[in-house]
Each structure stands twice: as structure tokens, then as C-alpha cells.
């Protein structure tokens, strides 16, 4: 009787598990990922010059931003987390020193066309080296030595591939995570984790760029962050020491930390100018 009534509960505890990984299987990017459109308002009187150029996503769209930006010293890319667009960031940028900001949006974010994966996201930020060098009046290998990235949250993952597919040198990572199978693993635990598509691995990309020998990046973690456990990015400094500069951000969450450490966020983009 005792062994039947184990067998009853392994089977609820299978059926359980599995009907879990098929909603996480077919919901996972729900999940991940929270696109919205624009309202068209703040783009006509946002002072952005809109970007586009194409993937086999469709048509991607990102933002240069002051509108009349020419001749910068240095040309940074934004990648926001997975509830931001890039219109977002207007207002909260420095905007003090010769510098350009393009603010890319994630296909199907804003008014990119597509769907996000971490591929796709891969594709555009690819694409969109040619398209922007065309647009400043310049060749991709004349700006590349300009350009610095900016990642916030998913957007470290962005910046990343980046800074390795565009051949960036030099990044500001706020709040990064090791990898999204690592975070998967501590919202959902193991074997969930394994069904995971949207593999970001900011380790992979960091050892990339460690054996590329010329990069410098600075990464910063609030120690209150209630979304991404600040152990991860102290691990990512840890790991990277040789060309990552890491330091905790006391009492910072995961979205405030732009408005309570705005000053010091911004000292270090003119670190790396």
C-alpha cells in the first residue's frame, strides 16, 4: 500500500513538472520579454533622427540622439533592460562633451519589427554598424574606434555582443547577470532551467573579449537589487579581473539605481570617453 501511494505521488509530481515545463517552454518569452510600441507623439518631439535598416526580423529601428549629432568624439550605443525602449533613456543621458548617443531598440520593441531572441538581437546590432556609419557620414572601420556601449539589466547582454561583434573597446555594464540560464535557474530551479531558448551568457561573451586582449569594462551592481542578485555581477568581476573593473553600488535597486546613482553612472561614461 505504502509503495503504491509513492507511486501515485511520483506520478502527480511528473505530470506536475511536466505541464510546468510546458508552460515555461511556450510562455518563455512572455516572460523575458516586454515589448511596447511608441506613442507617436514622443517620437515627432523627442530630439532623436530616426535609424532604420533591415534584418530578416523586417525592418529595425534605432534612434541618434541629439537629432543634429555630426562629428562626435565618441558615439555610444544604449541597450535598456527588457521593459525599456530606447526613447526611454531621453532625459536621463549626459549630454555634456562631444558625444553621440544612439539608442537601439530590440526587435519588436518601440518600432522594430520582429521578434527578440538572443540571436536576432545579435543580427540587428550587426546590421546596424554599416547603417550608422552611412548615416554619420562615415565608413564602419573609421567609426568603430569611436564607438563605447551602455548596458542596463538585459542590455548588458546587448552591449556585450556588441562590443564583440562591432569590435568596441570599451563598455559600462549596470547590473549585469552571468547568464540567463543562471537566472532561470533561480526563478524556475533545476530541470526547468534546461528548457531555456534565450540563452544570453555574459560569461561566454566577457571570455570573447578576454581573448581578444584590448577591452576595458566597467561594471556596477546595487547591492539592494531585487531582480538580478548583485553575486552574479561580483562574479563576472571576479572572473574578469585582468580588463573588468567591478564595484558594488550600496543600497542600489535594480531600476532606481539609474536616478540614485545618476552622477556617479555618469562620471564613469566620462571614464571611458
Not at 67 to 82: D, E, I, K, Y
Not at 97 to 111: C, H, I, N, Q
Amino acid at each position: 500500500m505504502k509503495l503504491l501511494w509513492l507511486k501515485k505521488i511520483g506520478l502527480v509530481c511528473l505530470r506536475v513538472s511536466l505541464l510546468l515545463s510546458l508552460f515555461l517552454a511556450c510562455c518563455q518569452s512572455r516572460l523575458i520579454y516586454q515589448p511596447r510600441a511608441y506613442d507617436p507623439e514622443l517620437v515627432n518631439k523627442s530630439d532623436v533622427r530616426k535609424l532604420e535598416y533591415a534584418t530578416d526580423q523586417g525592418v529595425q529601428r534605432a534612434w541618434i540622439h541629439p537629432a543634429q549629432a555630426a562629428g562626435s568624439r565618441t558615439v555610444w550605443l544604449v541597450f535598456g533592460g527588457n521593459g525599456t525602449v530606447a526613447l526611454d533613456w531621453l532625459g536621463w543621458l549626459p549630454m555634456r562633451g562631444e558625444r553621440t548617443f544612439v539608442l537601439v531598440d530590440y526587435p519588436s520593441y518601440g518600432a522594430s519589427e520582429g521578434n527578440p531572441s538572443p540571436a536576432h538581437v545579435r543580427a540587428s546590432i550587426v546590421a546596424l554598424l554599416p547603417a550608422l556609419a552611412k548615416e554619420l557620414g562615415t565608413t564602419p572601420e573609421a567609426l568603430k574606434p569611436r564607438l563605447r556601449v551602455f548596458g542596463h539589466s538585459l542590455g548588458c547582454s546587448a552591449a556585450l555582443m556588441a562590443m564583440n561583434e562591432l569590435g568596441v573597446q570599451r563598455g559600462l555594464l549596470l547590473a549585469p547577470f552571468t547568464s540567463m540560464k543562471d537566472m532561470a535557474q533561480k526563478v524556475v530551479g533545476w530541470p526547468c532551467c534546461e528548457i531555456l531558448y534565450h540563452r544570453y551568457d555574459n560569461i561566454a561573451e566577457l571570455k570573447r573579449l578576454e581573448k581578444r586582449g584590448d577591452s576595458r569594462v566597467i561594471i556596477r551592481h546595487g547591492t539592494a537589487d531585487e531582480v538580478i542578485p548583485v553575486e552574479q555581477a561580483r562574479r563576472l568581476g571576479q572572473m574578469f579581473a585582468s580588463f573588468v573593473s567591478y564595484e558594488d553600488l550600496p543600497g542600489a535597486r535594480h531600476n532606481r539605481v539609474l536616478n540614485t546613482h545618476r552622477t556617479e553612472l555618469h562620471a564613469l561614461m566620462d571614464q571611458l570617453e
